[in-house]
């Protein structure tokens, strides 16, 4: 039993930490030489394990972010101001479920079980996506989680729909396209705040944006140098474009956007670098990252607590769900 904590596949250099047997070498080099020619990798196709536990982490924890995602903007489905957003907010959130359980399934097929990715989730144990753990205090907060954090999430996401793992790859390039609408809607919402609203609607529009603005770039991830799973997952083609160089993108992006809306950005900092032609930014105070993620963030306890209710009260529809099953396999092998 000692054997299962044995891990022989790379660590952070990429080099096996045993020596491998003369099969598994050769396993290893024609899965890294299908990898190198940009092929994808299939739930039947032989992988390492450390590939396959390094997909299994990034798909769960992208799963629960998107069901603990639901909830900051679910807290405003009862009070959005009018029917149409109220409609349209409904169905964001329920895509964002949506999104939850392709992501479930995805990771199903690395051989592991949904029972036991949601039990880390409400155990504490598996990390969801920092945002999430941030109060949504005014409408505006709706209409900005849309522009920023769904706009940070496509940024990210996109590159994913050519992940080198095929299950997850496919269940991103519909994720993405809701997500772009996700985007749209969270953008049109603030700027009709912003046009035709009050003076108070516009500064609750600056207020929310000031309050997202740097957890939305947190979103990235650490820095490059501080990102241990980085280099090993670009060379596996599980990730294609590095955490800096998405959150530049997303930088670059919204300062137009933020133009357009009328709100100014919280960074004295933020300028544009005619030299490298991009705009630069101030300091991330990755402290804060690290304490959110920790789960000692404005409302990590309360989204786990919320988690856990919505499982337990949802015990009835599983039974329900798998009693009918049973009940419909009895019918068929009977007739
Ligand atoms: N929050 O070495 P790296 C959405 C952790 S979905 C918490 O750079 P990696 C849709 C990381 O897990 C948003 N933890 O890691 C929506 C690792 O910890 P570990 C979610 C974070 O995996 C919108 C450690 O730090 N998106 O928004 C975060 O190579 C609106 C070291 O980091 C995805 O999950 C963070 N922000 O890169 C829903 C996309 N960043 O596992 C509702 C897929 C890093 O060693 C409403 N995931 N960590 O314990 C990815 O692209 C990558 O996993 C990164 C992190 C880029 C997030």
């Known amino acids: 039993m000692y054997t299962q904590a044995m891990d022989l596949m790379p660590k952070g250099d990429g080099k096996p930490s045993v020596p491998l047997s003369a099969t598994e070498q050769q396993l290893l080099d024609r899965f890294e030489a299908r990898i190198d020619d940009g092929a994808f990798v299939e739930p039947k196709d032989w992988m390492p394990d450390h590939y396959r536990r390094t997909l299994v982490r990034q798909i769960s924890q992208h799963a629960h972010s998107e069901i603990v995602g639901m909830l900051p903007e679910g807290n405003w489905i009862t ?167 998405l959150r530049q993108k997303f930088v670059d992006a919204t300062v137009q956007q933020a133009k357009v809306l009328g709100v100014s950005l919280p960074d004295p900092e933020l300028r544009w670098n005619e030299a490298r032609e991009h705009f630069d930014f101030g300091p991330i105070d990755w402290d804060e990252f690290w304490r959110v993620v920790g789960g000692d963030g404005p409302c990590n306890r309360e989204r786990l607590a919320d988690r856990a209710q919505a499982w337990d009260e949802g015990a009835w529809v599983r039974e329900a769900a798998l009693a009918h099953a049973a009940k419909s396999t009895t019918q068929r092998k009977a007739a």
């Open 79 to 245: 009070r959005a101001p009018t029917l149409k957003r109220k409609a349209i907010l409904l169905a964001k959130v329920q895509d964002e479920g949506g999104h939850g359980l392709y992501l479930y399934a995805a990771a199903e097929t690395l051989g592991v079980s949904r029972d036991e990715l949601i039990d880390q989730l409400h155990a504490g144990k598996a990390k969801y996506s920092s945002i999430f753990n941030y109060p949504t205090l005014s409408w505006a907060d709706v209409g900005v989680i849309g522009w920023l954090v769904d706009g940070a999430a496509i940024m990210n996401q996109v590159p994913l729909c050519r992940c080198s793992y095929a299950p997850y790859a496919r269940a991103m390039i519909r994720i993405c396209r809701e997500e772009s609408f996700h985007q749209r809607q969270g953008y049109d919402a603030l700027l009709v705040m912003m046009r035709d609203g009050t003076p108070r609607q516009r500064d609750m529009v600056q207020d929310a944006v000031n309050r997202w603005w740097w957890p939305s770039l947190m979103m990235f991830g650490p820095p490059d140098e501080a990102s241990n799973h980085s280099e090993q997952s670009m060379r596996w083609g599980i990730k294609r474009i590095s955490n800096d160089d």
